[in-house]
T-cell receptor
Framework: GDSVTQMEGPVTLSEEAFLTINCTYT??????LFWYVQYPGEGLQLLLK?????DKGSNKGFEATYRKETTSFHLEKGSVQVSDSAVYFC????????????FGSGTQLTVLP | GAVVSQHPSRVICKSGTSVKIECRSL??????MFWYRQFPKQSLMLMAT?????????EQGVEKDKFLINHASLTLSTLTVTSAHPEDSSFYIC???????????FGPGTRLTVL
């Protein structure tokens, strides 16, 4: 079955540091890939997505590139802010009637001023 | 953008009682809604997939008689936790998929505490 493996946290960075959160997946075919962010006490918000190989998703300074050859979708940001502190989830889904999301375990990011 | 609401946001109940959680798509129609459960510092676990006008599909290990799901309209799904016990305490999150099926939109979650 499908699975998503994320870099274990927690990750603690200073403001303006470079961020990478690794995500690799196992799936048949060509899934769509997502990064979701969860702020404390809230539900999930879609951060960015990519639907085919070599696509780059980007939003709010975050980027991730769909790498079919390495089955990866690593999240990066050049300069993090305190407000980026949250839990980040990598996820995938297949096209089809169900389109259920398979989530990684989540990575807690804390950015210190 | 698409908005999904959940009500209540927090609920505390006594052991043995039942609790109903509502999930509404506010500005779009959702043929499919998903219910997730999240334990502290853990990922989301899919409990069931709810399709409007039909029975929900439960994931393996989820008791359908304990977690009753109703999806009576294109904008509302409810999850009822029956005879709640302390081990049911968790953060329950719903999501809704629009008619195009392109994306899931998540509700803010409901924190259930069973005493």
């Amino acid at each position: 079955g499908d699975s998503v493996t994320q870099m274990e946290g927690p990750v603690t960075l200073s403001e303006e540091a470079f961020l990478t959160i690794n995500c690799t997946y196992t799936a048949t075919g060509y899934p769509s890939l997502f990064w979701y962010v969860q702020y404390p006490g809230e539900g999930l918000q879609l951060l960015l997505k990519a639907t085919k190989a070599d696509d780059k998703g980007s939003n709010k300074g975050f980027e991730a590139t769909y790498r079919k050859e390495t089955t990866s979708f690593h999240l990066e940001k050049g300069s993090v802010q305190v407000s980026d502190s949250a839990v980040y989830f990598c996820a995938l889904t297949h096209s089809g009637s169900a389109r259920q999301l398979t989530f990684g375990s989540g990575t807690q990011l804390t950015v210190l001023p | 953008g698409a908005v999904v609401s959940q009500h209540p946001s927090r609920v505390i109940c006594k052991s043995g009682t039942s609790v109903k959680i509502e999930c509404r798509s506010l500005d779009f129609q959702a043929t499919t809604m998903f219910w997730y459960r999240q334990f502290p510092k853990q990922s989301l676990m899919l409990m069931a997939t709810s399709n409007e006008g039909s029975k929900a599909t439960y994931e393996q290990g989820v008791e359908k008689d304990k977690f009753l799901i109703n999806h009576a309209s294109l904008t509302l799904s409810t999850l009822t936790v029956t005879s709640a016990h302390p081990e049911d305490s968790s953060f329950y999150i719903c999501s809704a998929r629009d008619l195009r099926g392109a994306e899931q939109f998540f509700g803010p979650g409901t924190r259930l505490t069973v005493l």
